[in-house]
């Protein structure tokens, strides 16, 4: 069975930064999308990054330019650099791969894989 596991999660101040990573045991990244999403307390789960073919990037508005998704070389991790984090980014973080429409709609029926999630938790 295929796990995606993810790490990096933690208790940061404002400001601070995090790296989150995801690794896939016994397994090399091959969906056409690899993303990141979060879930906010009290809301639905949300696309922040997607690396689609890898090669086409794509970020949410809310986080254009204070986070940084990437995969090494041997397609075994993916990773998510977020810089500059606010309060408001407070989630549960997922990883997750896919068709190509969760990255072009993060469209939630195109998930073929979820991790378990790491916790984010930003205070001011």
């Known amino acids: 069975e295929v796990v995606l596991v993810e790490s990096g999660g933690g208790s940061v101040q404002a400001g601070g930064s995090l790296t989150l990573s995801c690794a896939a045991s016994?397994?090399?990244?091959?969906?056409?999308?690899l993303a990141w999403f979060r879930q906010r307390p009290g809301k639905e789960r949300e696309g922040v990054a997607g690396l689609l073919n890898d090669r086409v990037i794509t970020y949410a508005e809310s986080v254009e330019g204070r986070f940084t998704i990437s995969q090494d070389n041997a397609k075994k991790s993916l990773s998510l650099q977020i810089d500059s984090l606010k309060p408001e980014d407070t989630a549960m973080y997922y990883c997750a791969t896919g068709g190509v429409g969760l990255c072009t709609n993060w469209n939630l029926r195109y998930v073929e894989l979820w991790g378990q999630g790491t916790l984010v938790t930003v205070s001011s």
């Open positions: 016994g397994y090399t990244f091959k969906a056409n999308c």
